[in-house]
């Protein structure tokens, strides 16, 4: 009865993965994506959008996991209505034909114990290509607030819009083809 009952214990040790992944919802309120973009070779202008949804996984252990981030391009906002206007149009975002922007990703890249940069694909205006988010200030801790286990981070990279169609005002700068994207992340452990 024992030789069974350990054999059990052992074949049910053998079926539990030796390492713990842990999902993550992102918090729309305080990962609200963004972007950059120099107008006339002058200023930085900037734009944000207000409605975002997303996904990750985290095998910290193995140093694996997985991003998918949703965001409503129709909530695009840049603090300027003429503008918003603009960017929201055919020749720009073109919220109506293509109202959603992903990234999905299943190559997260440790330094450490700390996500560094997730490789990934972008799809916006119906065109995907490959883009590497770089992470800055990863950490995960309890939220101090309402202690739910959390993560967060920054996450950006610079992409050229032309790459997706985007070429409204390249010429003039208006605004210029490199574009810095930014997500602000923070994410509770479901």
Known sequence: MRLQLMIGALAATASVPAFAQETYVMDPVHSQPGFEATHLGYSSQVGNFTKSTGKVTLDRAAKKGTVDVTIDATSLRTFDA???????????FNVEKFPTITFKSSNVKFDGDKVAAVDGELT?????????????????ADNPFNKK??????ATATIKRSDWGM???????TPADAV????PFEAYKE
Request: glycine content about 12%.
């Open 124 to 140: 916006m205006l119906g065109v995907t290509k490959p883009v590497t988010l770089t992470v800055s200030n990863f950490s995960c």
């Open 167 to 173: 070429s409204q005002g390249l010429q003039t700068l």
């Open 82 to 92: 003429r503008l918003d206007t603009a960017v929201k149009g055919e020749r720009f």
């Open 149 to 154: 286990p959390m993560c967060g981070g920054n």
């Open 180 to 183: 810095v994207l930014r997500l």
